[in-house]
């Protein structure tokens, strides 16, 4: 655990236990004698390069005149913005600011696979993404300048958005309580609060760190799909059956033998659910299909992987281990690998580095080299430059 998670000198069991997804905390000097390393030059730099998630949103809560555009930008964009009510907000930012993973490491009092991103909003006056409503924990730290946010609570029971815009903005929001966060100020949210930020001052910038909890809808869907890989092609066989005497019923016995033998393909013993629980989780979100995964020679062939060189991660995908009864299991972009003779610590090791040389981890590790070569064929690792 870091030395000074920035809760206000609260101890992070008493947060998780008290606010976490419970009740927002207002957490003054959550960082004292912060200093931003980061401009606003810096963050459009950011929005204009490809392949980085980055908006701009325009628009007043009072007018309601929202707008969005979506990067990589033209810096001259910039240069032609109005003077008020916009904010530039980009997502990963992590991945591209060398002490951003240095950073994220106060929050790690919350495991890595509740983790989403650090997102960075930089705003003008009165700059703005309207009221709205998120589905995930987030720690809402004030970077420069001040910004006011209002919440709603308790939330509205069914909330509405206004129709016929690019953004989920709430058509009802009333502000329920109000704070004005000055630098090294931190608001923790937890998922469904209603909330309005505002920017009181020229370059605001907030910086947004997410906890996003996957959808039940989508684990389930991830198991289904697991499930139909294991079955097969296999059809219902029903040998021994007795004569129908109603040809248009479903009879009780064809449908206990249905129902018999859904369930059967559907059950899995604890160790198998926990493998697909970690393969789930580690997965990327969006997996390119067509630049990633296409490295190769200078004649197109697939590169091949050279257990000798250093490769750097792709920082998105997860890697997870977990204990199982025969050792550690080690999870990397929806892949598991055992690894019974690795201790917690080395697997925590291997989880967190950002790079490796296969041949280092050959013995500790027999079965990694099929894995990375995998991973190289779909560009989630490259030689580290």
């Known amino acids: 655990m870091p030395a000074h998670p920035p809760l206000g000198g609260l101890d ?11 009740r927002p905390l207002l957490i003054r000097g959550a960082v004292p004698d912060f200093r931003n390393p980061i401009d606003t030059a810096d963050l459009a730099g950011l929005a204009c390069e490809p392949g980085i998630h980055s908006r701009l ?25 109005p003077q008020t009510a916009w904010t530039l907000l980009v997502s990963g930012v992590e ?18 696979w509740r983790r989403d991103d650090l997102m960075i909003s930089s705003a003008a006056r009165e700059g703005s993404v309207g009221p709205h409503i998120d589905a995930y924990d987030v720690f809402l730290f004030q970077a420069r300048g001040r910004r006011c946010w209002q919440i709603q609570d308790p939330p509205p029971r069914s909330p509405v958005c206004l129709p016929g815009l690019p953004l989920a903005i709430l058509r009802r929001f009333e502000a329920t309580s109000e704070w004005t966060l000055q630098p090294g100020d931190m608001l923790y949210l937890p998922p469904g609060m209603p909330h309005l930020g505002m920017a009181l001052d020229d370059e605001c910038m907030t910086w947004s760190i997410g906890f996003r909890a996957p959808a039940w809808r989508d684990v389930l869907g991830g198991f289904l799909e697991d499930r139909l890989e294991a079955v097969g092609p296999e059809h219902v066989s029903d040998p021994g059956r007795d004569i129908s005497v109603h040809p248009h019923e479903l ?10 033998g859904l369930l059967e393909r559907l059950r899995l013993q604890p160790a198998a659910l926990d493998r697909f629980l970690g393969e789930f989780l580690s997965r990327p979100l969006e997996e390119d299909t067509g630049e990633r995964g296409s490295a190769g020679a200078e004649d197109g062939s697939p590169e091949e992987l050279d257990p ?7 920082p998105e995908p997860g890697r997870y281990w977990i204990r199982s009864d025969a050792g550690i299991l080690l999870f990397m972009a929806g892949r598991s690998l055992a690894a ?16 490796l040389v296969p041949e280092d981890w050959a013995a500790a590790l027999p079965g990694l080299e099929p894995v990375l070569r995998d991973l190289l064929r779909r560009g989630l690792i490259e030689r580290d430059a």
């Open 251 to 260: 009879a009780a016995g064809d449908l206990a033998a249905l129902r018999a």
């Open 12 to 22: 992070p069991r008493e947060f998780l236990r008290d606010y976490w997804q419970r």
């Open 57 to 81: 949103v325009l628009g007043h809560p009072d007018r309601r005149d929202w707008s969005v555009e979506y990067g990589p930008f033209d810096p001259e964009r910039f240069s032609r913005l």
């Open 308 to 314: 000798a060189t250093r490769y750097r991660f792709d």
């Open 95 to 112: 991945h591209y600011w060398p002490e951003g993973p240095d950073w994220l490491r106060r929050f790690d009092f919350i495991p890595h």
């Open 340 to 355: 019974p003779g690795l201790s917690t610590a080395t697997a925590e090791s291997f989880c967190a580095a950002a790079t």
